[in-house]
């Protein structure tokens, strides 16, 4: 199992920059990927980006250009980082990673409890 712990949220005023940070735990040499969702107010979870180790990264079309996403090199951590913030941002942030085990092949999906994002004046 991989438990990730995201940190970083709270209450941001529209400009400024936010990083979010993600902790994983566990089987983290399991994760092929790691990547970032979130949860806007009367809407469905959706991608923010993704990373997967040893390959390429991607961005949603609604947050390309405005989001950065990175991790640590031995898995232990993602981050999303946005320079002026605006208020269409306000959202549950999720981290997420998608490990890959075990004989027969296992494939599972890990999630974050979330942390909120809120921009506002």
């Known amino acids: 199992q991989v438990h990730l712990v995201e940190s970083g949220g709270g209450s941001v005023q529209p400009g400024e920059s936010l990083t979010l940070s993600c902790a994983a735990s566990?089987?983290?040499?399991?994760?092929?990927?790691m990547g970032w969702y979130r949860q806007s107010p009367g809407k469905e979870r959706e991608l923010v980006a993704q990373?997967?180790?040893?390959?390429?990264?991607f961005y949603s079309d609604s947050v390309r250009g405005r989001f950065t996403i990175s991790k640590a090199a031995d898995k232990s951590a993602v981050f999303l980082q946005r320079n002026n913030v605006k208020p269409e941002g306000t959202a549950v942030y999720f981290c997420?990673?998608?490990?890959?085990?075990?004989?027969?092949?296992?494939?599972?999906?890990?999630w974050g409890r979330g942390t909120q994002v809120t921009v506002s004046s």
């Open positions: 997420h990673a998608k490990g890959i085990t075990g004989v027969p092949e296992q494939r599972s999906s890990y």
């Open positions: 566990g089987n983290t040499f399991s994760i092929v990927v």
């Open positions: 990373s997967r180790f040893g390959g390429s990264t």
